[in-house]
Nanobody
Framework: QVQLDESGGGLVQPGGSLRLSCAASGTIFSISTMGWYRQAPGKERELVADITFTGYKKYRDSVKGRFTISRDKHKNVVYLQMNSLRPEHRAVYYC?????????WGQGNQVTVSS
């Protein structure tokens, strides 16, 4: 089994920054992809960014240049650095781990951007 523990969400003012962390524990295969999704109220869950085991990164167009995903393969931790946050970035952010034939989700972390 795999468990994903997320942290780092919260309330931030517009223009501020947050860093989300997701630590995976359990049976983690080296060939895994980790990433972040978000779900805003009344909307579907959508990809924000993900990173493969080789370090290839993929971003949603709207967050390019603003958000940065990184990964510590040795510790099985993935990060999402979010800068210049706007109210429209408000959502529950979920960590996702994809392994051969298995997908795991974190519990979700609320990010609120408001003055």
């Amino acid at each position: 089994q795999v468990q994903l523990d997320e942290s780092g969400g919260g309330l931030v003012q517009p223009g501020g920054s947050l860093r989300l962390s997701c630590a995976a524990s359990g049976t983690i295969f080296s060939i895994s992809t980790m990433g972040w999704y978000r779900q805003a109220p009344g909307k579907e869950r959508e990809l924000v960014a993900d990173i493969t085991f080789t370090g290839y990164k993929k971003y949603r167009d709207s967050v390019k240049g603003r958000f940065t995903i990184s990964r510590d393969k040795h510790k099985n931790v993935v990060y999402l650095q979010m800068n210049s946050l706007r109210p429209e970035h408000r959502a529950v952010y979920y960590c996702k781990l994809v392994q051969p034939r298995l997908t795991y989700w974190g519990q979700g972390n609320q990010v609120t951007v408001s003055s």
